[in-house]
């Protein structure tokens, strides 16, 4: 995680703006994630670059703590790896609070985020300004909260598809 290349993407407004919504598959259903690529662009680009080449496809959520948070996105399942760069904290960016429903990028330090990312099952103000949150489920989505809070250790990220609308 350290010493890595930091990753930018330089992708046009028009581009980013197709990265609207995350749809993640999990073996209890699906969690619905409006994405922020206005203030979070390079974090959303790298989210919905990974999701696209199938990264998340067939990975579990390695880290759940009831009452905290479900943590995906490790190739290994140890919580120590990812892809071969960083990216860079976007955390001075809009919408910065975790509340129930984010999702944000996890880290072992600054500007060591990779593939690594969480859900938060309650508000977690304790990590606002320390952990970029690149979206969120929306406050009417009943359904991806029931499936947000149905979510245990091990429970599969079946795939990750990068939507410009919901369907």
């Avoid at 390079?42 to 999701?51: D, G, I, M, P, R």
């Avoid at 300004?129 to 245990?152: C, Q, Y």
């Amino acid at each position: 995680m350290f010493g890595k290349k930091l990753k930018e993407y330089s992708l046009s407004k028009e581009e980013l703006s197709k990265f609207q919504y995350a749809k993640i598959t999990t073996s209890k259903g699906v969690i619905w994630i409006k994405l922020m690529p206005e203030s979070t662009p390079n974090t959303v680009a790298n989210f919905a670059s990974l999701s696209n080449d199938t990264f998340y496809d067939g990975l579990n959520f390695h880290r759940v703590i009831d009452g905290f948070m479900a943590q995906g996105g490790c190739p290994d399942g140890s919580g120590m790896s990812g892809p071969d760069w960083n990216i860079a904290c976007e955390t001075k960016s809009a919408n910065q609070v975790h509340k129930k429903g984010s999702i944000s990028m996890a880290h072992a330090g600054p500007n060591t985020g990779g593939s690594q990312f969480f859900l938060c099952f309650v508000p977690c103000p304790h990590l606002d300004g320390g952990h970029t949150v690149f979206g969120g489920i929306e406050a009417d989505d009943v359904k991806s909260f029931e499936v947000l809070d149905s979510i245990r250790q091990l429970d599969i990220i079946e795939t990750i598809e990068i939507l410009e609308k919901k369907d």
